[in-house]
């Protein structure tokens, strides 16, 4: 059975920092993309960052430079780092596998406030 599972979210205030896991089971992940996806309160889904399988990054404006996504294939996790938090960070951070098809984890909240 494939799982995505994420950890790592929280409360933390703006300017801090946070480091999202993904833990993926059931297949191995290294030949799959691998992304980062919000959901802001009120807001659709969207994608905030990708891996592929050789290690190319790609990051939507609004995180270039603050946020970094990486990838461990040998232990299949994906990783986000976020740094420089601000408060349209705050959402629920889903990962998300693709190869010929997409699987999803539940997502892990993240909340930026003072």
């Known amino acids: 059975q494939v799982q995505l599972v994420e950890s790592g979210g929280g409360l933390v205030q703006p300017g801090g920092s946070l480091r999202l896991s993904c833990a993926a089971s059931g297949r191995d992940f290294s030949g799959f993309t691998m992304y980062w996806h919000r959901q802001a309160p009120g807001k659709s889904r969207e994608s905030v960052a990708y891996i592929t399988p050789g290690g190319a990054t790609t990051y939507i404006d609004s995180v270039k430079g603050r946020f970094t996504i990486s990838r461990d294939n040998a232990k299949n996790m994906l990783y986000l780092q976020m740094n420089n938090l601000k408060t349209r960070d705050t959402g629920i951070y889903y990962c998300?596998?693709?190869?010929?098809?997409?699987?999803w984890g539940k997502g892990t909240q993240v909340t930026v406030s003072l």
């Open positions: 998300q596998g693709v190869e010929e098809k997409g699987y």
